[in-house]
């Protein structure tokens, strides 16, 4: 069974640090890119960050680059999000999301299961 | 950035009714078009791929169409847990972008 398992959310001041990994299972986790998805108390959902299958490419959500980075560790199968400079608008759960692609379509599934990141003083 | 526009933010609609969700996008995307199912406090489900096709495993009562700019999520014969809330997702160009949502609700 493929599953996806975040972890690292919590509490932090604004302007300070935290960094979100996602542990993968039942898949060949270096055949797949990835991605962050976060979604704000009551509101949609937001496309933050992919990584390529190797980790060679990386894609940031403008309200977010420059502060984030996406990374993997494809012997551990983990992906990781640092996330620096915390505002309190990134307040949100922050899901991982496999990439699948076939035949030129690709897609998010499965998701884990999320990690809530708070950004307050 | 590319914008997509979800249509209707809420419906209200009844067990055994036919619905339809539209996605508009500010450019062409192809057929790079996905629908997202979002149960309250649950992580999003996949639904529907490259514009129109069904995950596995996804009832056959939903569908999508369209290709290009316009984009429709539509579920017939609605069952008591299709009342939640649906969402499109760009992914031909980055930053991906999700639709508004629309919140499916019981007449």
């Known amino acids: 069974e493929v599953q996806l398992l975040e972890s690292g959310g919590g509490l932090v001041q604004p302007g300070g640090s935290l960094r979100l990994s996602c542990v993968a299972s039942?898949?060949?986790?270096?055949?797949?890119?990835m991605s962050w998805v976060r979604q704000a108390p009551g509101k949609g959902l937001e496309w933050v960050s992919r990584?390529?299958?190797?980790?060679?490419?990386?894609y940031y959500a403008d309200s977010v680059k420059g502060r984030f980075t996406i990374s993997r560790d494809n012997s551990k199968n983990t992906l990781y999000l640092q996330m620096n400079g915390l505002r309190v608008e990134d307040t949100a759960v922050y899901y991982c999301?496999?990439?699948?692609?076939?035949?030129?379509?690709?897609?998010?599934?499965?998701w884990g299961q999320g990690t809530l990141v708070t950004v307050s003083s | 950035a590319i914008q997509m526009t979800q249509s209707p933010s809420s419906l209200s609609a009844s067990v055994g009714d036919t619905i339809t969700i539209t996605c508009r996008a500010s450019?062409?995307?192809?057929?790079?078009l996905g629908w997202y199912q979002q149960k309250p406090g649950t992580a999003p489900k996949l639904l529907i791929y490259?514009?129109?096709s069904v995950q596995s495993g996804v009832p056959s009562r939903f569908s999508g169409s369209g290709s290009g700019t316009h984009f429709t999520l539509t579920i017939s014969s609605l069952q008591p847990e299709d009342f939640t809330t649906y969402y499109c997702?760009?992914?031909?160009?980055?930053?991906?972008?999700f639709g508004q949502g629309t919140k499916l609700e019981i007449k």
């Open positions: 999301a496999k990439r699948y692609w076939s035949g030129g379509i690709g897609w998010f599934d499965p």
């Open positions: 039942g898949f060949t986790f270096s055949n797949f890119a």
């Open positions: 990584i390529d299958n190797s980790g060679g490419g990386t």
């Open positions: 450019q062409d995307i192809r057929s790079a």
């Open positions: 490259g514009a129109s």
């Open positions: 997702l760009q992914d031909y160009n980055f930053p991906y972008t």
